[in-house]
Structure formats: C-alpha cells, structure tokens
C-alpha cells in the first residue's frame, strides 16, 4: 500500500521509521492528513484519510489501524474510547539482562504502534555514577550519552521516558562493595538517618534526572521488608516501620523538589506497615489518618498488582483513591517466571484489572515487564502482553478477531505461535488453580537437578513429557516458516524439546530405580541422557544468540554457569547410572531419598553472583 501525506513536519522522522514496519510506501494510493482533537480515532472516505488525535503518539496508533484496515476497506471510522489519559510500560532493565539502545529503539517502534505513550526503564544499580565506580561495576550499566540517546529516538514519537529507580530497598547489587558500606543498613536497603544516604541520593537523581526530557520520576521505595534492622537498629534502636519510612521520605521527596521532579513510588510499604502480617492486598487493612497525612502530598501511588490476589483490584483501587493522590495502576506480564511469558494468566488478570481501574476512574494504566532471576525472558516474547494490555486500554471488550489483527499489525507476529510459548508452562492452562504458582511448571522443571528432581511430585499424576513433545511439533512448524520471530519460535521449540525429555526421565528414573528395571535405567543413561545434553546444548546456543543480539553481554554469565552445570550433571547422572548398573556402587544415594512435595512458590536458584532478588 503506497500513502501520502499531508501532516505537521513534527510527524516526519516517525513515519520515515516506521513505513517498512507498516509494510508500506509513500505514494498515492490515500492521502493522510492530521487533526489535533478531543478524541482519537482515524476515517477514512473516497481515498482520503483523516487521523485525529489527542497526544501526538496516538497519531502512530492510528496509522497502524489506518494501514491495517485499508488493505480491506474502502471506507471506515475507528474511535478509540479514551478512557486512560497515559497507557505505559516499564521496562526492567536490572537482572542481568541489559537490553542494548538499540534494542530499546526497536521496542520503541513496536510500543508507539500499539499507543504508548510513556516508558520507563527500571534500573536498581545498571546506570553510571562518576563518583561511585562500584555503582553498577560488571552490570552492563547505562551511560548519560546512553539514557539521552534513548529519550531523544522516543521524543520523536512523542513519548516520554521517565526514570524509575530504587531509592530505598532493592539495592543488593551495589550494598554488597565495601564502597556503600556507609549507608547500608541491611544487605538491601540504604541507611536511614544518614546524611551520607542522602547525599547519594541527590546524587543519583540529580544525574539520572538530567538524562531525560521529562520531569516526572519513579523512586520506588517498595519491599524494603527489614528496614531499620541492620545497621540502623544498632545506632538508633527499635523505631516502628511507619516512623522510620515517613522520616525517610520526607527528606527523600525534599530531594525530588530540588531538581523539579514529580515523583510517583510503590504503594505497598504504606499498606504493609498498616497490616499485622505485612500484607500488600488484605480487604482488612486500614491506613489511619495520621499515616495517611504523612505521605506526601505530590506523590503520585503505584498500586502494582500481577493477578496473585485474584479480584482485590476493586477494593485496593478503592482504599488508594481515598488516600486523596493521584494513583496509577500497574500490572504484570509475567516475564519473569522461565523463558517465556505465561500469556494466558496475563489476559486474565490484564483484563481484571483494567475493568476495575475503570470502574474507579484511574487513568494512568502500566505493565510491567520485570525479568526476575537471569531473565531467561527475550524481550520480544512480550509483545503479545504488550499488544493485550493496549488494547484493552483502548477498548473495553475487543473481540478475540481484533486481538488477532492488532497483533499483527503492531509486531507482524504469529498470535497462535506466540500464544504457544505459554504451553512451556503447563498444560492446563485455561484452569483454575487453588494457588496462582501451581500453574508455573515449565521453570522449575527447566532448571531441577535431574538426579534430586526437587519438582518430580508435581508430575505424578500430572504427566508433561507428551505434552512438551506436542508442543514441540507445533512449534516446530512455525519455525519452519519465515519471518522476522522465525529465530523466536526456533527457540521455543527447542527449549520445548528439552523439556520432553526431561521430564520424560523425571517421570521414569526413580520408579524405575526402586523396582530394579535395569532395562529402563539403561536406556536412561545411554539414550536419554545424551539426549538430555545434546538438546541442553542447543538451548545453550540459541538463548546466546538471542542475548548477545537483544542485550549488553556482560550479564550472560550467570546463564552459561546455568546452562553448563545442567550439561555437566547430564554426564555426571550417565556415569552414576552406569556404575550402579556395573554394580560398582551399591546404591544412588539421590535415587534412595523419597521425593517430598516442594512447593512451586519458590525455585532453587543457581546464579553466580549468590545474592537474593526477590522483586515481582
């Protein structure tokens, strides 16, 4: 399809970049004009199109649907329903995976399609400080040329890129050097009632703040679980969460001030001070007023839910909105539990969760794409949660078929094989499950140790090998076809094979131990796990392929010590199986001890920096 335009000059980089996305030219099939408006929407009648817009990134929006629906319609009016002034995503960029500027860019292209209009990126330590040379050392950390390159690409679009840091809890990765020795407190949160604490952080939000257009910044302040119990309760003695936290802010927002910032944060630490157990999502808790009255009054509350507390959206949007502050919803895209998105659990809690900010008249919606643990993740794979979370931002009840259209239209991705890299999870996904974590699977089993199997009880009775073998073969065919994902859908089919033979050996070897099957162990040791490594291997590859083209490559190593130690027990498990069956050992130690039932809400972590991150 061939366009031409005639528009403001300040919408000519972003077509220029995004014609080749939109698979079209200039030419002059439909002429497109633009009209600042009260609404947003595009028609389109007798070959002239008008795009009409609110915010100048929803002009990008509306040529998408514009080149969408005019390769089958002659004529048409589209109208988005407006209720959500900002649709905006964060983008984590601290667990070791460091997405490139390029990367980001692109990402960019994608998020201005489907209508975003503001990105955050998430950094804890990844950003360079010059008189703090531990802060982020061996992190992949962002220079200021870096940040600036990224808010300049995005101002051309008309989005804004806001700063999202941690300023209290959260900041392991630099606390662990003898540099921040002086305002630790515990081995994640900063020193309260330290001037040197403060100083770093007009430190750290001056420079940070300096790289961007906006004045808007994110400081987080969540989950700073023991604060006031390390080195503070040593100086200072017991003081009550709520005293230590309101004191803090205070002098932190007297910060944000300095430099002209409007600050937003976390809510939960106001709500877990206020709950006996420290609940975020509890109907019971109550913020007395004198809690309430010390938060500060600019201070724009994040109230950040991923679906763990099925339907509390309603009534925690109701107890922020009588906090009398500006709040804002962010969900989840569930990045960061394995290799791939879980999309399903997204569309339902996404969907959930939008119609009750709707109900309560938030306007500011965010999805988060946090990358807990190594962030197996690729970026990519969360364009199909990206693209949901859009449009039900844009419209209450889209129809599947839209969803379908949309997706291709903003990422030129296959929705059935995208939607197919959920099944590394589990195989009953459209279920009910008494606990929201028994429905992640696929990570745990992933990375198990094949001779402990810590995961194997959540296969009896519940067999995966065929399943994963399924979903190999599906995805497979994919990966045969061309196009920009092939290298995705490659993958997954790759990791779906391992998978298979996996949990095929998990479902067989103990049994097969305790009745003397020798025939069956056999088989175990020279056929499977050969198997086991070589399709190891292949992962190994692939996922570096991917890193090394998406990401800074400085933080791959965590997944190399991964992906060899699962190898290397491969091997060991062979020559293991092959002693006992030569009879020179008399027992597998491993093989003896029963298989206890351990829980899917937490998963051994193997990392070789051995240092907790708990965010989610």
């Known amino acids: 399809m061939k366009v031409k335009f005639s528009i403001p000059e300040e919408f000519s980089v972003g077509i220029a970049r995004l014609l080749p996305l939109l698979d079209c030219e200039e030419g002059d099939d439909i002429l497109v004009r633009a009209e600042a408006s009260d609404r947003t929407g595009v028609t389109l009648h007798n070959g002239e199109a008008i795009i009409y817009y609110t915010k100048k990134h929803l002009f990008f929006r509306e040529l998408s649907v514009l080149l969408t629906e005019a390769k089958e319609k002659d004529s048409f009016e589209w109208w988005e329903d407006g209720h959500f002034e900002t649709v905006s995503t964060m983008i984590d960029t601290s667990r070791c995976a460091v997405p490139t500027v390029k990367t980001v860019k692109n990402l960019i292209d994608r998020l201005v399609l489907m209508g975003y209009g503001m990105v955050m990126l998430y950094t804890e330590d990844v950003l360079t400080l010059p008189n703090r040379p531990y802060f982020g050392y061996m992190r992949g950390r962002y220079t200021p040329e870096e940040l600036r390159a990224v808010d300049d690409y995005a101002f051309e679009y008309g989005i804004e890129v806001i700063p999202c840091l941690e300023c209290y809890g959260h900041m392991e990765k630099y606390l662990m050097w003898k540099e921040a020795s002086p305002i630790k407190d515990t081995a994640r949160v900063l020193l309260a009632r330290e001037e040197k604490t403060f100083d770093f952080l007009d430190e750290l939000i001056g420079t940070v703040s300096a790289c961007f257009r906006s004045r808007r910044i994110h400081i987080g302040m969540d989950e700073a679980w023991d604060m006031g119990r390390g080195k503070f309760l040593d100086r200072n003695g017991y003081v009550p969460a709520f005293e230590i936290f309101n004191e803090y802010m205070e002098?932190?927002?007297?910060?944000?001030?300095?430099?002209?910032?409007?600050?937003?944060?976390?809510?939960?630490?106001?709500?877990?001070?206020?709950?006996?157990?420290?609940?975020?999502?509890?109907?019971?808790?109550?913020?007395?007023?004198?809690?309430?009255?010390?938060?500060?009054?600019?201070?724009?509350?994040?109230?950040?839910?991923?679906g763990e507390e099925y339907g509390s959206d309603d009534y925690m949007l109701k107890k922020h909105k009588a906090l009398n502050r500006s709040v804002?919803?962010?969900?989840?895209?569930?990045?960061?539990?394995?290799?791939?998105?879980?999309?399903?659990?997204?569309?339902?809690?996404?969907?959930?969760?939008?119609?009750?900010?709707?109900?309560?008249?938030?306007?500011?919606?965010?999805?988060?794409?946090?990358?807990?643990?190594?962030?197996?993740?690729?970026?990519?794979?969360?364009?199909?949660?990206?693209?949901?979370?859009?449009?039900?931002?844009?419209?209450?009840?889209?129809?599947?078929?839209?969803?379908?259209?949309?997706?291709?239209a903003v990422s030129g991705g296959n929705y059935d094989a995208f939607l197919l890299m959920s099944d590394y999870h589990n195989k009953d996904l459209a279920k009910d499950y008494e606990?929201?974590?028994?429905?992640?699977?696929?990570?745990?089993?992933?990375?198990?140790?094949?001779?402990?199997?810590?995961?194997?009880?959540?296969?009896?009775?519940?067999?995966?090998?065929?399943?994963?073998?399924?979903?190999?073969?599906?995805?497979?065919?994919?990966?045969?076809?061309?196009?920009?994902?092939?290298?995705?859908?490659?993958?997954?089919?790759?990791?779906?094979?391992?998978?298979?033979?996996?949990?095929?050996?998990?479902?067989?070897?103990?049994?097969?131990y305790k009745r003397g099957d020798r025939a069956l162990l056999s088989e175990i040791a020279e056929i499977l796990l050969p198997a086991l490594k070589d399709a190891?291997?292949?992962?190994?590859?692939?996922?570096?392929?991917?890193?090394?083209?998406?990401?800074?490559?400085?933080?791959?190593?965590?997944?190399d010590v991964r992906y060899a130690g699962v190898a290397a027990r491969c091997d060991t498990a062979k020559a293991l199986i092959e002693a006992y069956l030569a009879g020179e050992l008399d027992s597998l130690e491993k093989l003896d001890e029963p298989r206890l039932h351990k829980p899917l809400d937490g998963f051994v972590q193997y990392s070789a920096i051995a240092t907790p991150n708990l965010k989610t």
């Open 251 to 306: 002098r932190l927002i007297s910060i944000t001030r300095k430099y002209g910032l409007r600050p937003m944060m976390w809510s939960d630490m106001y709500f877990r001070v206020c709950h006996p157990k420290h609940k975020y999502c509890a109907p019971e808790t109550e913020i007395p007023p004198e809690v309430a009255k010390r938060i500060p009054a600019e201070v724009e509350l994040v109230f950040w839910h991923y």
């Open 328 to 408: 804002i919803f962010a969900g989840g895209l569930w990045s960061w539990i394995g290799h791939f998105p879980e999309h399903y659990y997204t569309m339902d809690c996404t969907k959930q969760s939008l119609l009750a900010c709707r109900a309560n008249d938030v306007r500011e919606a965010m999805a988060t794409l946090w990358t807990n643990d190594n962030a197996e993740c690729d970026w990519y794979t969360n364009l199909f949660g990206l693209s949901y979370f859009a449009e039900l931002c844009y419209d209450k009840d889209p129809t599947e078929e839209k969803l379908r259209r949309r997706f291709h």
């Open 435 to 512: 606990n929201y974590s028994h429905r992640f699977l696929g990570k745990p089993l992933f990375w198990q140790d094949i001779m402990e199997g810590l995961y194997d009880s959540h296969l009896e009775g519940h067999p995966m090998s065929s399943h994963y073998a399924e979903a190999t073969r599906r995805m497979a065919a994919y990966a045969d076809a061309e196009g920009e994902w092939q290298f995705l859908y490659s993958f997954a089919a790759k990791v779906f094979d391992y998978m298979g033979v996996k949990t095929l050996i998990a479902e067989n070897l103990v049994s097969a």
């Open 536 to 559: 190891v291997i292949r992962v190994h590859e692939a996922h570096k392929a991917i890193w090394f083209k998406h990401n800074k490559i400085i933080g791959w190593s965590n997944l």
